[in-house]
């Protein structure tokens, strides 16, 4: 799986809810660290911008970690 070829260095949140299959408050429950849902180690927003915006490299290690 090569997610930077299709989308790029980075990915946006609609594209990352996209690519897992969930929705925006799905990806907020499971990085809130207060949620019954959070999920150690889940692809995190970058800091610093408006929209929040997700480095490829990251979100395909994530994806590639339940294919073992």
Same mark, same amino acid.
């Given at each position: 799986?090569? $997610?930077? !070829?299709?989308?790029?260095? /980075?990915? &946006?949140? %609609?594209? $990352?809810?996209?690519?897992? %299959? $969930? *929705? +925006? *408050?799905? #990806?907020?429950? #499971? /990085?809130?660290?207060? *949620?019954?849902?959070?999920?150690?180690?889940?692809? &995190?927003?970058?800091?610093?911008?408006? %929209? !929040? +915006? =997700?480095? &490829?490299?990251?979100?395909? %290690? #994530?994806? &590639?970690? =339940?294919?073992?």
């Amino acid at each position: 799986m090569n $997610l930077a !070829n299709k989308y790029g260095p /980075t990915v &946006t949140l %609609k594209e $990352l809810c996209h690519l897992l %299959k $969930l *929705s +925006r *408050s799905s #990806y907020y429950a #499971y /990085t809130n660290k207060n *949620s019954h849902l959070y999920k150690e180690g889940f692809p &995190t927003a970058m800091p610093g911008y408006n %929209k !929040n +915006r =997700f480095v &490829t490299d990251d979100v395909e %290690k #994530y994806l &590639t970690s =339940f294919a073992a």
